[in-house]
């Protein structure tokens, strides 16, 4: 039977990844990338790419028609810190285009669809700590608020008419291959970028302002995981809580500062920090180990070793 994957948003922070990965696993031409516009990562272009505007039914159903697409991996959206900026646009954004795929699913076009959601459906009276599978969600952002929608829309396709669909609700995402995006989280790559260039970062949360993080190879290996499980494991339909690393500017400076000796970081609150505030602290991701064995890899030290090497000969350093 025909396996072919599509990426939406395979220009973007986690689809370039992701796309490479399922490359690998798969081969070139098993997975069509696209984006709204062409990739500046060259490698995206060794095997299928389509230039799509995922806001658009009929552009989109032609390509999944056109490749005999079996799996879609929904990755378009306008993130936190931008959606703030231009909330109209983040709303029609990330929600038409959602609505457009689970339509695909539906009509028996696509087979299985991937979104992910995000820590954002999260708000202010959420609890901070080890914040439950099940909780209270009062999102304080346009971002958040279409992620929680796009949540019930996923679980009233599956229930309604047993669309096959699966998501996590990411962390903030760490990665050295591809540039941040617009993201409340976004500090956590920029600093790593800034210690080796200039040996300090001012960063835009305050100093103890802790969030849940995670670095992109586990990441994306738990979206690949998630997605092939079968369906029997798959036991949420809405999202799947994922955890990962949870740190502030000062835990992450602290352990930069192990392997660059005289890094300083320095904050600078700006808007980002109220968003931030209403996001949880650390996660609760008990539900995912339990029903598709998710278990993460890498630790904060760990992931600045990895950050710090693969930088430098990024950089040229």
């Known amino acids: 039977m025909n396996k072919t994957i599509l990426i939406l948003g395979a220009c973007g922070q986690i689809g370039t990844e992701l796309t490479l990965a399922l490359r690998q696993k798969y081969g070139n031409d098993s997975v069509v990338a696209s984006d709204i516009r062409q990739p500046e990562h060259s490698e995206l272009l060794n095997g299928p790419f389509e230039v799509l505007d995922a806001s658009s039914a009929s552009a989109l159903r032609s390509v999944c ?12 959206a306008m993130l936190s810190a ?19 795929v689970l339509e695909l699913a539906r009509e028996k076009v696509i087979q299985k669809l991937f979104w992910p959601s995000s820590i954002a459906v999260f708000g202010p009276t959420t609890p901070k700590q080890n914040t439950p599978q099940q909780t209270v969600m009062e999102p304080s952002t346009v971002y958040g608020i279409s992620k929680l929608a796009g949540e019930r829309w996923c679980e009233y396709y599956f229930n309604k008419y047993g669309v096959d669909v699966r998501s996590i609700r990411y962390p903030g995402l760490i990665s050295w291959k591809s540039q941040p995006g617009g993201g409340t989280t976004d500090y956590a790559v920029e600093i790593y970028y800034k210690a080796l260039e200039e040996g300090r970062y001012t960063s835009f949360l305050s100093a103890h302002r802790a969030l849940p993080m995670m670095y992109m190879e586990d990441a994306i290996r738990a979206t690949i995981e998630l997605t092939e499980a079968p369906a029997e494991q798959v036991k949420v ?20 500062e192990k392997k660059i000796s005289g890094f300083e970081c320095y904050c600078v609150p700006d808007f980002r920090e109220e ?24 630790d904060l030290d760990g992931m600045t070793d990895a950050m710090l090497r693969n930088l430098r000969t990024k950089l040229g350093l």
């Not at 028609?65 to 378009?76: C, D, M, Q, S």
């Not at 909330?87 to 929600?95: G, V, Y």
């Not at 505030?277 to 890498?298: F, L, T, V």
């Open 65 to 76: 028609e056109k490749h005999k697409i079996h799996t879609v991996y929904h990755l378009v």
């Open 82 to 100: 931008t959606g703030e900026k231009f909330p109209m646009k983040a709303w029609d954004l990330n929600m038409q285009s959602l609505l457009h």
């Open 237 to 256: 339909r809405n999202s799947y809580n994922l955890a990962g690393i949870s740190f502030d500017p000062t835990t992450i400076a602290a352990s930069i």
């Open 275 to 298: 968003i931030a505030a209403s996001w949880p602290e650390s996660i609760d991701d008990s539900a995912a180990q339990e029903d598709w064995g998710w278990s993460m890899e890498y």
